[in-house]
């Protein structure tokens, strides 16, 4: 009895493995199609607050969706041009950056053999060229905007999408046999999610203008660009932060040296730290967080899945997945399981007794 029980849950893992296995490779395979689709559901969701405030305004539904979706193109057009200048110029000067970045080094490692420092006896054999995360940083850009040119297709995807939502919950209840259930975990499921992207796209829009301003302040080539970078990359916590930074400090290092650069970099710091934990925290409340863990293996496997946008959707595609989670009483433990860490519950307290007539 013991091994046939053993026998039918070994085979009930294996088949769940071979059936994440092949929806992984399918993922893979469908790449052109459903990382525009998932940029449409996040943008629509995304949209879906503004859109639901100017409806209770009294405004028609077709005219708040024409101006939420005349917002939305405005800023991505101006933000597009802006950048994407900026971000050719870029790629036209970064062999001139490269070049200087590795004189630069050279006068620093000599700097440090002139005081007595054997760099060949910490292992530094040759630095590292540096550039790469100036590359790496360029070739995600590159592919967001090779995504980006499927916009009309998610334009159109972002619109349909805001239509149908206010019909689908008269649908689920025709063909559900629990309507009422499931509609409940669903606006649960949902609100959670929009409550989430709408304070993380904010966030990360404040950092980005933070860090924007920043550079400029401190005379940093393209500053736009690099806010650009903050803004996308602070929807990966923590290491995305981190990745977004190197290539200005390592800019502002070419240009002005050292002193301009430890700036940059104290600057950066102090941006992302205020807003990942102090603003975002009040903000969004416990319960949403990853773990740093579950980050860096979301970031991995999405990245492999959907390629460079595959790492800025990491986390909210994680998040989602969690926010599901948390939204099933059965699959709670797995959403405290991707969580950062386990909160304690409270004690009970013991009943107190009635109280009782004293005597007279």
Known sequence: MCDGVGTTRGSSILTTLAAVVIIAAGMKEAVPILVPFLLSVFIAIICAPPLLWLTTKGLPKTAALLLVMAGILAAGLLVGTLAGASLRDFYQTLPEYQLRLREETSHLLAWIERRGINIADLGLIRPTDPGTAMQLVASVLTGLGGVLTNAFFIFLTVIFMLLEASAVPAKLRAILPEPDRTL?????FLGNVKRYMA???WISIGTGAAVAALLWILGVDYPLLWGTVAFLFNFVPNIGSILASIPPVLLAFVQFGGTRALLAAAGCAVVNFIMGNVIEPRTMGRGVGLSPLVIFLSL?????ILGPVGMLLSVPLT???K???ESGENTRWLAVLLGPEASQPR?????RPPAQDLPL
């Open 184 to 188: 409940e975990y669903c606006d649960r």
């Open 199 to 201: 304070i993380k796209t």
């Open 300 to 304: 991995v496997f999405w990245g492999w």
């Open 319 to 321: 998040m989602t997945v």
């Open 323 to 325: 926010i599901a989670l």
């Open 347 to 351: 004690p009970k307290e013991a009943p």
